[in-house]
């Protein structure tokens, strides 16, 4: 049978209706214009015109700046957008691939959760409800759609793994390094400030309970575990490293977090970055709870997710830590906050164990999203057509330091001594004629990778590649008459991290492989 019981049946009914009302927006015929939305849309147009030509792994984005081309590949993982991009290149429209995507993001979150609460909990029920709590929670449903910012929501999916992983060192024999590998592999691989927030939040909970920490066979697995998620990173970070060693960006740093702390008030707020009201309603359960020693991880889990609440306020003094932990936005702690939470309610609803309790808890989060979703009507739903401009950059961070943006217009000639020389574009490449020699300039944005050869039919002859003014590429022809192709090859260390990335995962594979065998 396909369900062994009602109670298994009921299980999955309640999963699938977690999942609709986490996407209510979506079902819309058009999509919430989030604040960052149109530059990930163009990530994921240009993801796909990648693929289309058999370049596997981009490094710069083609179609952005008019066709400048953009090098946020080098410095913002995009190996989570090729879902959409895929489905994009087999014929859906851009806004739908998006949409399925997120769902797909849904799913997984609530996943990933509801495994993290039932590993800890040990409640089935109890898990379920935690998952709904956190997949809904106020934070990351404005994370998606009011802000559409991508990279942060993909974080907040692996969260409560790491959370998982922390609990499995400090409180059982750290059998599961996996946990913390891939979650951490996750927040690497989607939003690196994400990643330094729960990097932060585990060497604090490691410090704090330091007497469960220092045991030898668990270091050990906790330095190869670090080890293999840098190698199995290596792929995006080595390349960025290259890229900072070498050149200078607009990566922006917020020098005053406070300003942006939230006040009491704004934590409440439907509209706000903060938790919204009902999540602290849920949490009254607690009262109910009388023998507290069987809830004593369930009130740490608590205290945890308060303190990072009060990390996002005005009141906490970031003036004095905002040097040395830049996490641009305090609200960015909600996702901490959430997972505690939601831990914390597993607990407590294992442990009271009443199915009207279930049924309360389940209500209240339908309506919080009944009430988000009126809030969303007032936001800007946006056709596909919103989405044709290439000149979304977001903060634009990744651009080359001092670069005119408004500059970059035309990218459909080399100029030569102020002289435009007609050229042919295909993908990543430019092909012109250079009558004389001497220095030309050609309409590309320079990120180290960039080639020019003279392709006379016989061997490639490479010309010199130089950065010129508005970081434009500029190419130094040693003979005349020479028909010259320029293209962003890559480098040396971003091909070797391919194949290190490669070769790390088949190791897991293999790893997991042997295991498998090995436990049956």
């Known amino acids: 049978m396909l369900f062994r019981s009602k109670y298994n049946l009921q299980f999955i009914l309640l999963f699938i209706l977690i999942i609709i009302l ?57 190996i ?49 409800v935690a998952s709904a709590i956190y997949t809904l929670c106020q934070y990351r449903m404005l994370d998606v759609y009011s802000r559409g910012s991508v990279g942060e929501y993909l974080a907040i999916t692996f969260v409560p793994l790491i959370v998982l992983g922390v609990y499995d060192y400090l409180f059982d024999d750290f059998n599961n390094p ?41 270091i050990v697995k906790l330095c190869i575990t670090a080890i293999i998620v840098l190698l199995a990173s290596a792929i995006y970070l080595f390349p960025m490293l290259e890229q900072f060693l070498f050149y200078k ?58 303190f990072a609440l009060y990390m996002t306020t005005k009141y906490f003094p970031w003036k004095l830590i905002s040097k040395i932990f830049v996490i641009q936005f305090p609200w960015r702690m909600n996702a901490v906050a959430m997972v505690f939470f939601a831990i914390a309610i597993a607990i407590y ?6 199915k009207y309790f279930y049924y309360l808890e389940m209500s209240l989060i339908i309506i919080s999203v009944v009430l988000f979703n009126q809030s969303l009507q007032q936001r800007f739903y946006s056709t596909q057509s919103s989405f044709d401009d290439t000149c979304v950059l977001g903060a634009g961070e990744w651009l080359p330091e001092g670069t005119n943006t408004s500059l970059l217009t035309d990218s459909s000639h080399v100029i030569y001594d102020k002289n435009i020389i007609n050229m042919e574009k295909n993908y990543n490449s430019i092909k012109f004629v250079a009558k004389s020699t001497g220095k030309y300039d050609i309409p ?54 391919v194949w290190v990335t490669f070769v790390t995962f088949i190791y897991i594979i293999m790893y997991f492989v042997k295991k498998s065998r090995y436990n049956v």
């Open 444 to 497: 590309l944005l320079y990120y180290k990778g960039y080639v020019a050869y003279i392709d006379n039919g016989e061997k490639k002859e490479y010309q010199e590649v130089c950065k010129k003014e508005n970081n434009l590429v500029c190419v130094n022809v040693s003979k005349e008459n020479s028909r010259v192709v320029v293209k962003y090859e890559g480098t040396l260390i971003q091909k070797v991290s």
């Open 22 to 78: 986490a996407s209510i927006p979506l079902f819309h015929n058009q999509i919430v214009l989030g604040d960052d939305l149109s530059f990930h849309i163009l990530r994921i147009r240009n993801l796909s015109e990648s693929l289309k030509h058999f370049d596997l792994f981009p490094k710069i984005d083609v179609l952005t700046l008019n066709g400048y081309g953009y090098g946020s590949n080098l410095m913002y993982p995009n």
């Open 80 to 128: 989570f957008l090729y879902l959409p991009a895929i489905l994009h290149v087999l014929g859906l429209d851009i806004v739908l691939s998006y949409k399925i995507f997120v769902i797909f993001i849904h799913v997984i979150t609530c996943l990933i959760c509801y495994y993290t609460c039932y590993k800890i909990s040990n409640g089935k029920y109890a898990s379920l």
């Open 349 to 354: 609803l294992k442990n009271i164990n009443n």
């Open 178 to 218: 996996h946990y913390l590998g891939v979650g951490f592999w996750g927040l690497m691989m989607s939003h690196t400030i994400s990643l330094e927030i729960m990097m932060a939040v585990t060497i604090v909970i490691f410090l704090i309970n330091y007497k469960k920490v220092f045991i030898k066979e668990k």
């Open 249 to 306: 960006f607009n990566v922006s740093h917020t020098a005053g977090l406070w300003e942006y702390g939230m006040s009491l008030k704004d934590l409440f707020n439907m509209n706000k970055y903060g938790i919204g009201i009902i999540v602290p309603l849920l949490l009254i359960i607690r009262f109910f709870i009388r023998d507290r020693r069987k809830v004593v991880l369930g009130d740490q889990c608590l205290v945890a997710g308060l």
